[in-house]
């Protein structure tokens, strides 16, 4: 019969197997091993212990003139305790245990050196996780300035349409610094009755303006009303457009207000009203 010094010098690597980064002596190599040195060695398992949802299986070997007690969790293939396992892990989980307690024996040993130190990876790490952490490590070179941040701010810059008090301001400031009744002029006819020209939608005041009472062919107005009170309003409504128009292209100049600088977009020529 051999010594165990002899036995734990025998070279098993060509009977070992590697499974997600661990090597593996098969029970039935260890098996083998075992009953061609000890041919009337026999072994037994034990009831589980259980563990919370986990197990521990428990086997006896006796070989060698000696009992060999060995315990082993319900493991998966990263080493990791199974969660309420089933009869097949058990069964495992049995044979791996069977194959540890041969290995205290001096046969195979060599492969569970290092068991007990702390695990460092407990499985592959993918290839492109590891790129990713490399890409992470790397320093980063700092950003450099850009050339045109000034050109970019500045059309960037939010367009502000002008209120209803500050187009009085501008207003102000034109011509003879006489009232700029204009401004609060409203429509007396049709949909917008009663709409301050300064609160008309641009397409709308544009219409106004530009179409209303004036001839397709000479441009020439004309007071579409019947009456004597009609023709007054009308009349005072083109006067308060023209003047308007005036104040729209005074808006128009490159200065305070970035939005004056846009044309006012017509997107049909239906009547208003």
């Known amino acids: 019969m051999s010594t165990y010094a002899e036995r734990r010098t025998r070279d098993v690597s060509k009977l070992t197997e590697n499974k997600g980064g661990l090597t593996y002596l098969s029970w039935a190599h260890a098996l083998d091993m075992l009953l061609k040195e000890d041919e009337n060695a026999t072994w037994e398992f034990l009831d589980e212990t259980k563990y919370g949802d986990t197990l521990m299986v428990h086997c006896h070997l006796t070989a060698f003139g000696k009992v060999t007690k060995m315990h082993l969790p319900v493991m998966d293939s990263r080493n990791h305790a199974i969660a309420n396992p089933n009869a097949t892990d058990v069964n495992k989980a049995r044979m791996r245990c069977l194959a540890k307690a041969i290995a205290a024996t001096g046969i195979g040993l060599s492969v569970y050196a290092g068991e007990g130190l702390p695990d460092t990876v407990s499985a592959p790490v993918r290839p492109e996780v590891l790129q990713r952490a490399k890409e992470l490590a790397e320093p980063k070179p700092a950003p450099r300035p850009d050339p045109f941040a ?90 308060a457009l023209d003047a308007y128009q005036k104040y729209k292209e005074e808006l128009s100049k490159p200065g305070k207000y970035a939005g004056c600088n846009e044309p006012i977009r017509i997107g049909d020529d239906s009547v208003p009203f």
Request: glycine share 8%; charged share 35%; with cysteine.
């Open 150 to 239: 000034d050109v970019k701010e500045m059309f960037d810059a939010k367009v502000v349409e002008p209120t209803p008090a500050e187009k009085r301001e501008i207003a102000a400031q034109l011509g003879d610094g006489t009232d700029k009744w204009f401004l609060d002029a409203e429509i007396h006819f049709g949909k917008n009755k009663g709409t301050k020209l300064c609160d008309l939608p641009p397409n709308t005041l544009r219409w106004y303006t530009d179409k209303w009472g004036r001839d397709e062919v000479t441009g020439i107005w004309k007071s579409g009303s019947t009456t004597a009170s009609g023709q007054k309003q009308d009349r005072r409504l083109r006067e």
